[in-house]
């Protein structure tokens, strides 16, 4: 077998995590627009607050600092297994997308963060 068969699985597998991921995403908020459709439906009042127990509230800075610290492990762990499998160049290869998704989501979670705190001080 070749050497190329251990750098393509591990893409596959980050693959279908993904779009695993992104599926039960969209499975789960379907259900909540569904909820929220039959709550509307039957003329009940919706808060911020019932709004914000179900999850349709995001803070999208505290999802940016998750992302960023998920995607710079992925990157760590696919460095480390190129190390450790003796192929570190397909590793920083492989490793360079998630590190700079990682660098971007940590910008963007630094950046809403300054902008949250000017408009707390306005």
Same mark, same amino acid.
């Given at each position: ?24 995403? $969209?499975?789960?908020? =379907? ?27 995001? $803070?999208? $800075? ?5 992302? =960023? ?25 492989? =490793? ?7 660098? =971007? ?18």
């Amino acid at each position: 077998m070749s050497d190329y068969w251990i750098p393509i699985t591990i893409c596959i597998s980050i693959s279908l995590i993904a779009i695993a991921r992104l599926w039960l995403e $969209h499975k789960n908020k =379907a259900e909540i627009q569904t909820t929220i459709r039959k709550a509307l439906d039957n003329g009940e009042h919706l808060s911020i607050e019932v709004l914000d127990k179900i999850g349709v509230v995001n $803070h999208s $800075h505290t999802i940016d600092l998750r992302r =960023a610290i998920t995607l710079l492990a992925l990157g760590i762990a696919v460095i480390t297994a190129g190390s450790l499998l003796n192929i570190l160049n397909v590793a920083f290869a492989i =490793a360079a997308f998630p590190i700079t998704l990682a660098i =971007a989501f940590l910008l963007l979670w630094k950046i809403n963060q300054n902008e949250e705190k000017a408009r707390n001080n306005q």
